[in-house]
């Protein structure tokens, strides 16, 4: 590609068959306490 | 869907149901807005109109096939497939994986802010944790989390070291079961510091494996909001010991985390003091208060606000390319290792896989339902009560929220704070519209960034 420069490797329909395990931290628990912010958690289960 | 936006000088399109992120040039990110609409002679028709013989008719063809080769390889105009798992989602059963302790309902601050009325939320009595009831708390987490194997315990207030014994206490208790349990805890502490000492230090430092250290930024809006009970400010007690504490702390994960309000609206001074205080882990939230305050976020604010954003992602990229990285906790994102589609469609978890837990044993939603008797969902010594309120939470998610459905952030925040749509709307199934907002820009100044990085990276 010329043009577009995608950053991405990964796409979100993959992770349908493995997702769900559950293992990953609760969101409110690492800092924020007054907000919900889930796409700056990572996946236990890579 | 798509979403496309400016920013720092780089144009980028999000594919929202494949979570794709590219950056692209000029030409595309004009066609892109107009591909599904209009023919490829009229995108070229209009092309040419606005940019004369800036771009040949090669160009343009060759605009149009990268375009469409991303869309055959599901990276650009996904449909969104996620709607049918939800379906499923409904009937799932949810363990409990995460629990807020509140170890003290009291606090040794007066922050005029507070959610928690300075511990007391609204109007309960000053309380302390028991041992027995922390212990309680910790046998029904295990009972209750079926196969997952990480569990977390925040200790929470009010001020939680104002307990500082039990926590110890309960600590021990959960090291003297997890292995046992098949179980592996992780606590984590959210402290004014006011209390901190070297034993404080030393524990946190062995056992906690994140601490939340609170601190609105440069002292005179620190000490306008975070006075003592006597009215003095804060900030000459706190940060000193929170300096010492990160120092000692070495590689182990914590945040200095401040609120701005209305009052300090160039909260970008206060994440700059932060860091040049030598904090490198960093969290400012905007203040969630009721509309008649004074400090209170208003509508008109949120333009000032998103300028603010824009100059902390500056800030933030000229400290990691002086080569003194500092992380901002929004604009932390992972583009590839990020979460599933079920924790994307799950949120936050309140009321499902994480409760709060009263000095005397009560079990609410999360810690800002604590306030609410009607959210009572039972105690740690007789279980959940009420699923008929879990299963109100199990249905919250974005596919059920009308504001959620479209939005492009939908899968980066994953439908909002349940308690701030409670406190603005009366249910837990809408959206706090400022909150909102400010998301949104948060999630574009954090994709940029990582668009930054890794073009940087390239080069």
């Known amino acids: 590609m010329q043009r577009i420069k995608t950053l991405t490797d990964k796409n979100l329909n993959s992770t349908v068959v493995k997702g769900g395990c559950g293992e990953c931290q609760t969101s409110c628990q690492s800092a924020c306490k007054t907000s919900c912010t889930v796409g700056n958690q990572s996946c236990e289960n890579k | 869907m798509i979403h ?21 040039d000029d030409l595309v990110y004009d066609m892109v807005e107009m591909y599904q609409n209009k023919s490829r002679d009229d995108i070229s028709s209009a092309i040419k109109e606005k940019y004369g013989d800036t771009y040949s ?15 055959e390889n599901g990276q650009l105009f996904t449909e969104d497939a996620y709607k049918d798992i939800i379906i499923d989602f409904k009937k799932r059963k949810t363990v409990v994986k995460a629990l807020c302790l ?3 309902h009291d606090c040794n601050l007066a922050c005029k802010y507070c959610f928690a009325d300075e511990g007391s939320y609204n109007g309960k009595p000053k309380e302390l944790m028991s041992a027995e009831v922390g212990k309680a708390a910790l046998d029904f987490l295990v009972a209750n989390s079926e196969n997952r194997v990480n569990l977390e315990v925040d200790f929470f207030g009010g001020e939680p070291l104002m307990n500082f014994e039990v926590v110890k206490e309960i600590v021990a208790y959960g090291r003297s079961i997890e292995k046992e349990a098949g179980k592996n805890f992780r606590f ?19 056992e906690i494996s994140n601490v939340v250290l609170s601190l609105d930024g440069r002292k005179s809006v620190n000490d306008k909001m975070r006075p003592s009970r006597n009215g003095k400010g804060s900030y000459d007690i706190i940060v000193p010991k929170f ?29 700059k003091e932060m ?44 400290r990691q390319e002086e080569g003194k990285p500092v992380t901002f906790f929004h604009y932390m994102i992972d583009l590839n290792g990020g979460p599933c589609v079920y924790k994307r469609l799950s949120g936050c978890g309140s009321g499902t896989e994480y409760l709060a837990v009263t000095p005397s044993g009560e079990l609410y939603p999360c810690h800002q339902f604590v306030s609410y008797d009607e959210y009572k969902l039972g ?11 879990v299963d109100e939470f199990k249905l919250c998610n974005v596919y059920a929220k009308d504001k959620c459905r479209d939005c492009f952030a939908r899968f980066y925040c994953s439908g909002g704070c349940a308690a701030n749509s409670f406190q603005f709307h009366g249910n837990i199934l809408d959206a706090y519209d400022i909150g909102c907002k400010l998301q949104q820009k948060r999630i574009e100044c954090a994709i940029m960034i990582k668009c930054h990085q890794m073009l940087k990276e390239d080069e």
Do not use: M, W
């Open chain 2, 379 to 389: 105690d740690v010594f007789n279980g959940i009560t009420r699923p008929d309120i």
């Open chain 2, 102 to 104: 509140h170890i003290a």
């Open chain 2, 243 to 271: 300096q010492e504490f990160v120092e000692k702390r070495g590689n182990k994960s914590y945040y200095v985390r401040g609120t701005f309000t209305r009052h300090n609206l160039d909260f970008c001074e206060d994440f």
């Open chain 2, 57 to 71: 008719s090669e160009d343009i063809v060759e605009a149009y096939d990268e375009i469409t080769a991303l869309k």
């Open chain 2, 188 to 206: 984590t502490l959210t402290t004014n510091g006011v209390l901190l000492n070297d034993e404080v230090i030393d524990f946190c430092n062995r």
């Open chain 2, 275 to 318: 860091a040049d205080l030598g904090f490198k882990e960093i969290s400012i939230e905007p203040v969630v208060a009721k509309k008649d305050c004074d400090y209170a976020i208003r509508e008109e604010d949120v333009p000032a606000i998103c300028e603010q954003y824009d100059k902390l992602a500056a800030d933030l990229i000229r």
């Open chain 2, 4 to 24: 496309q936006y400016k920013n720092n000088g780089y144009n980028i399109v999000l594919d929202i149901a494949s979570g794709s992120v590219h950056v692209v």
